[in-house]
């Protein structure tokens, strides 16, 4: 029943009645905001990747097929869009020196690693170099870890995959960081 009301609001919305959008998007924006919590920590980014999600929802309603329910189908575009943000903020470096400055500096403070910031920047650098190079899945478990201080439980409970992967995915991080460090040093 829910289905077919969905269904009905799509085909109107298709059909040149673009105010009936609102209705999907007051329903649904719960669950949307549920899924962008899951992948960003600041309220204006949350609001903004929402936003997309839907504008992107709206943008491709035409192909939504009605096979499954409307909100499975915008749940994965959600988490799609979501995974693809992660991934290019990390790529731009956007937020990745705010989130190292604290905790990977702590780590290096071990004086025959980096006797002074310039080689502490330099090492840095090489840090943010690799993690655009290692596997993108090993990233962004690391990032997780590192940067967001997350449990592997967190951490599997909002990628969808076990713990002891996440351990294999970060622990081959590491591998592959420490030895594009070593390459490029």
Avoid at 144 to 155: D, F, P
Wanted: aromatic content about 12%; hydrophobic content about 35%.
């Amino acid at each position: 029943m829910k289905n077919e009301k969905e269904f009905q609001i799509v085909d109107a919305v298709l059909n040149g009645n673009k105010d009936r959008y609102r209705e999907l998007v007051d329903q649904y924006a719960p669950m949307v905001f549920h899924i962008v919590n899951q992948f960003v920590d600041y309220r204006d980014e949350a609001e903004e990747l929402a936003q997309d999600i839907f504008v992107k929802t709206y943008e491709r309603l035409a192909s939504f097929d009605k096979k499954s329910r409307f909100s499975s189908w915008l749940y994965m575009i959600a988490k799609n869009h979501c995974r693809d943000y992660v991934k290019n903020v990390r790529r731009q470096n956007k937020s990745f020196s705010e989130m190292n400055q604290h905790k990977l500096e702590q780590q290096m403070k071990d004086e025959s690693r980096a006797d002074t910031d310039m080689e502490k920047n330099e090492w840095l650098q090489l840090l943010e170099e690799g993690l655009k190079v290692i596997n993108q899945e090993y990233a962004e478990a690391f990032l997780m870890k590192y940067r967001s201080r997350m449990t592997y439980n967190a951490m599997s409970q909002r990628l969808g995959v076990s713990v002891s992967a996440l351990k294999v995915r970060v622990y081959r991080a590491k591998k592959e960081l420490k030895t594009y460090i070593e390459k490029n040093s």
